[in-house]
């Protein structure tokens, strides 16, 4: 079974810039969720989407958002990059609808410059 | 709102030699989740173990084992054994038991070096 693929893995972008994201879950998994890794504030959850709806927010501005397609695949779209939207965006997907155990995905690394 | 909290930023262990890494964590939820992380260089986050709060019996997974003491909020995980391949850092992580979502709170981390 194929794990939790994330693309692209590496991407830089200039500030004022936008970027999406793309993550595809383990197969049969429907509950997606993204986190943000950067060493200040460490993992910091951004949002969780469950059959296409948005279940959970993190605390971020609204440049961040997401969306779940009907397959479960997921994207986050980050607009008006700032330099410190540098960070490993992680993306991790569930089974079911909660309790669930997390499988995450290799990572996507945004660079802002 | 959830705190998790690990208080060691860095370990270090000799090889075949046996670690503890230790978490607490804030909540008043009666029923949760607890899970151990682990991320190597490569980044990839990896589930090490996890535990229902409901059960009263410590989780093992091979040379990892967990110490749950649910009074007092302490989740601590034991690496038996060490091994080069256990070098990584460690996050202890909690979900909440509800219908509306699967949502880990991460504590900060403790890095654990193990040496030849």
């Known amino acids: 079974k194929a794990g939790v693929t994330q693309t692209p893995r590496y991407l830089i972008k200039t500030r004022g810039q936008q970027v999406t994201l793309s993550c595809s879950p383990i197969?049969?998994?429907?509950?997606v969720s993204w986190y943000q890794q950067t060493p200040g504030q460490g993992l910091q959850f951004l949002f969780e989407?469950?059959?296409?709806?948005?279940?959970n927010k993190g605390n971020f501005p609204g440049r961040f958002s997401g969306r779940q397609f009907s397959n479960s695949r997921s994207e986050m779209n980050v607009s008006t990059l700032e330099l410190g939207d540098s960070a490993l965006y992680l993306c991790?997907?569930?089974?079911?609808?909660?309790?669930?155990?997390?499988?995450f995905g290799e990572g996507s690394w945004l660079t802002v410059v | 709102a959830q705190t998790v909290t690990q208080s060691q930023p860095e370990m270090s262990v000799q090889e075949a030699e046996t670690v503890t890494l230790s978490c607490t964590y804030d909540?008043?939820?009666?029923?949760?989740?607890l899970f151990w992380y682990k991320q190597p260089p490569s980044r990839q986050m990896i589930l090490v173990i996890r535990?229902?709060?409901?059960?009263?019996q410590n989780a093992t997974e091979n040379r990892f084992s967990v110490n749950f003491q649910k009074a007092a909020k302490s989740f601590s995980l034991k690496i038996s054994d060490s091994q080069l391949g256990d070098t990584a850092m460690y996050f202890c992580?909690?979900?909440?038991?509800?219908?509306?979502?699967?949502?880990?709170?991460f504590g900060g981390g403790t890095r654990v070096l193990v040496k030849p």
């Open positions: 991790a997907s569930g089974q079911g609808a909660e309790g669930n155990t997390i499988y």
């Open positions: 197969s049969g998994h429907r509950s």
């Open positions: 989407y469950f059959s296409e709806t948005q279940r």
């Open positions: 909540t008043s939820e009666s029923n949760y989740y």
């Open positions: 535990q229902e709060a409901y059960k009263q």
């Open positions: 992580a909690f979900m909440k038991q509800q219908a509306a979502g699967n949502k880990l709170t």
